[in-house]
């Protein structure tokens, strides 16, 4: 059992059983998760959640290491989440791992978590999104969320955030970054690391082609997206990103935009949830399984229309 009090008073041991709870793939374990995050629900969504991604390489780690800590010098608790679906085992990088982010994670104040390793990207994200809250249940101020550039993850994490910041390096051009021009259009913010000693020239001239591409980027009505420079090692500018996220949740809570994003997010992902128990369902249920290759044969061999062979298998489902 978990200990509401202990969770919500953000004691890190009583979150990280939650979390566990929260992982599990057994049955009655995501009964017993689910009626905890019900529970746990009017505590959360006191957070600014932050999506961070950007290739290998780009300084990701490094710069959550900075960001946190200049977060807990201003009083801020701070959770760091992942998304990865490519497990450690197949030769991905582990994102969230601890010794990446070796100072931070001995803070009192941050909270770090690695990738669920296991499963589909949807049930890596799923579950990431249901840690996201307990984080939040616990006091967390901060949740950034990690994914690498590459693959279908961002799109993920992008969906739900608040606020999804790509990390670039400083040579100019999309094509040289390895970004797709998808994830540029999910950004609010686009943040050229490694802004120093022979490369400040080059982030520089990276910004403003940025800023001169903005129109790229998603607009809203009240928000601009925004091309910055830090240095995650140097320590450099790192106040001037959080200054521009902090603007961003005032006027977006002042505005009604944030809760609004939220609704939506909460709305998409019950709809994908539904997609994805009905597909479990049709894939669970014997009789549909044996109908199915039968029913598609005779729709392939003109025997049948596709409408009356969906609606066959749709009638096996909801027979009792
Ligand atoms: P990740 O794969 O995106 O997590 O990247 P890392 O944080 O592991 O950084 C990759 C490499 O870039 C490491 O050697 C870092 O020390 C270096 N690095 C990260 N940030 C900066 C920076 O701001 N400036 C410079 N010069 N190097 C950096």
Avoid at 259 to 277: F, T
Wanted: aromatic share 6%.
């Amino acid at each position: 059992m978990i200990d509401i009090d202990a969770l919500q008073a953000g004691q890190p041991r009583a979150l990280a059983k939650a979390i566990t709870l929260v992982e599990s793939k057994k049955l009655d374990h995501r009964t017993e998760a689910q009626a905890l995050l019900e529970k746990v629900l009017p505590k959360t969504g006191n957070s600014i959640r932050i999506g961070i991604t950007g290739i290998p390489g780009v300084g990701k780690s490094t710069f959550i290491e900075a960001f946190g800590l200049y977060l807990v010098s201003q009083g801020k608790k701070v959770a760091v989440l992942a998304v990865d679906p490519s497990s450690p085992i197949a030769g991905g990088s582990i994102l969230g791992d601890k010794t990446r982010m070796e100072m931070l994670s001995r803070s009192p104040d941050a909270f770090i978590r690695p990738s669920p390793s296991e499963g589909s990207l949807g049930g890596v994200a799923l579950k990431t999104r249901e840690t996201m809250l307990l984080c939040e249940a616990a006091g967390y101020d901060v949740i950034l969320v990690e994914t690498v550039g590459v693959g279908q993850s961002e799109y993920e994490v992008a969906s739900m955030v608040d606020f999804f910041m790509v990390l670039m390096l400083p040579n100019a051009g999309d094509e040289l970054q390895g970004i797709k021009k998808g994830i540029m259009e999910l950004a609010d913010a686009l943040v050229i690391n490694k802004a120093d000693g022979e490369s400040l020239n080059y982030a520089q001239q990276t910004r403003r082609h940025y800023q001169n591409a903005l129109h790229l980027l998603r607009h809203t009505s009240f928000w601009t997206p925004q091309v910055l420079t830090c240095s995650a090692l140097k320590n450099e500018n790192i106040e001037a990103v959080w200054g521009m996220i902090s603007d961003f949740q005032i006027d977006a809570t002042k505005n009604g935009a944030l809760q609004e994003k939220r609704a939506r997010q909460a709305k998409e992902w019950m709809n994908k949830l539904l997609h994805e128990m009905l597909e479990m369902k049709l894939q669970e249920n014997p009789e549909v399984r044996k109908q199915m290759p039968l029913l598609s044969d005779k729709v392939t061999r003109g025997e049948t229309t596709p409408y009356l062979a969906a609606q066959t298998i749709i009638d096996l489902l909801f027979r009792g």
